[in-house]
């Protein structure tokens, strides 16, 4: 079966978004945590976070167009603080339902039956329910003139998770975390790790470390 651009271009477009969305696969699920200057807390549903850089640590987050009020978004400029929350497999309906267009002055976190947290001097709430919870300043906002979504830039100040779910080497255990994955839109996976690698070198057959 082949697609092509025009065929992708004509398909009626909450077809064509689930379609294009999930190309690239499994996804993360996370649950963003901001609060408004005024105290207004919000929750949303995302599965666009990515790894953007190591020294300073860095997650890059895309916000769709700002066509219908996107209230996290307008958090995280205004604050410049915000949570990213691993979902787990318990709360994922929860999770899936901070999606809906709630009104400004309803808080996900009560409507969805999920329990804010906070850091000591950090604004922004975390989810009590998560594994592992991620705070982040912002460093950076852009919206993209391509499709005007607007990236978001973020460095990690503070990081919450079980100890057990942090190897050796420093790299994370995220089935240990029960975190889930995401594709498309609607779809939530639990995981299983197949093997681990070898650091790749020209010289060196590929190499397993650890079974699954």
Request: include cysteine; aromatic fraction near 6%; glycine fraction near 6%.
């Amino acid at each position: 079966m082949l697609v092509d651009a025009e065929q992708i271009a004509n398909w009626e477009s909450r077809y064509r978004a689930a379609f294009v969305n999930s190309l690239t696969g499994y996804k993360s699920a996370n649950l963003v945590g901001t609060r408004s200057l005024e105290g207004q807390e919000n929750l949303a549903i995302m599965s666009s976070a990515v790894h953007l850089g190591s020294h300073p640590p860095l997650i890059m987050l895309i916000v769709r167009p700002d066509e219908s009020p996107r209230h996290t978004l307008e958090n995280i400029i205004a604050s410049e603080v915000y949570t990213l929350n691993h979902v787990t497999p318990d709360m994922v309906p929860l999770a899936h339902q901070t999606a809906a267009r709630y009104p400004r002055e309803t808080s996900e976190f009560s409507a969805c039956g999920l329990t804010p947290g906070y850091q000591p001097g950090f604004a922004a709430p975390h989810v009590r329910e998560a594994n592992i919870s991620i705070g982040l300043y912002l460093r950076e906002h852009q919206e993209l003139k391509i499709n005007r979504t607007h990236m978001v830039i973020g460095e990690v100040v503070w990081v919450w998770l079980p100890e057990a779910a942090v190897r050796e080497d420093g790299s994370l255990e995220l089935e240990a975390a029960q975190t889930v994955a995401l594709s498309g839109l609607d779809t939530y996976h639990d995981t299983r790790t197949l093997k681990r690698m070898a650091y790749a070198k020209p010289d060196q057959p590929p190499r397993e470390i650890e079974a699954g």
